[in-house]
């Protein structure tokens, strides 16, 4: 199978991913704040210091609504690539819309390192108000949220070397 179609073909397959994530994604978000008063499902860090709750009502919507901003930035950067994966499996490497596409996919992993940093503190305060307690607030960027800093940088810039291949694509298509 030569390259070309072995580019198409897993394009056509990570497509298929990407909306399976989107759904998986928000219907995890959905869960974890809905099921019976309890917050299931939450990452480790506000699991150990919280638990599973009980929380009121009011708590798991503003918490859900907190989880809002990580979802938007992920559904922003997975757009950008079902998008580039659209082109690519049918075959379009050098469009006008790739760097732009691949630019807003490094500024979706950059939103999303942020907007992960966020919900963690944001969540862990509106948990610890729930308790009746003491306000506690966790603050912390992990290092899967520098990685996402770090791959969304480097992602804009191949945006940048993708506006300039197609610049010469289409350079040398305008030549023959």
């Given at each position: ?95 006008r ?17 942020g ?27 992990s ?11 480097a ?22």
């Amino acid at each position: 199978m030569s390259k070309m179609n072995s580019l198409m073909k897993t394009s056509r397959k990570l497509r298929m991913v990407i909306v399976s994530l989107w759904l998986l994604t928000l219907g995890a978000a959905v869960l974890r704040w809905t099921i019976t008063g309890t917050a299931t499902l939450l990452p480790p860090t506000l699991a150990a210091q919280f638990g599973s709750g009980p929380f009121p009502p009011t708590i798991r919507l503003a918490c859900f609504v907190v989880e809002l901003a990580p979802l938007a930035a992920a559904y922003y950067s997975l757009v950008a690539l079902y998008r580039i994966c659209g082109a690519y499996g049918h075959g379009d490497i050098f469009k006008r819309e790739t760097g732009i596409l691949y630019r807003r996919f490094g500024t979706g992993l950059l939103l999303l390192g942020g907007a992960n940093a966020l919900y963690t503190t944001l969540v862990s305060a509106l948990l610890s108000s729930a308790g009746g307690g003491k306000l506690a607030i966790s603050v912390g960027l992990s290092t899967a949220d520098l990685y996402l800093l770090i791959v969304g940088g480097a992602v804009q810039m191949l945006g940048i070397v993708m506006d300039e291949a197609y610049r010469l694509h289409d350079e040398n298509a305008q030549i023959i």
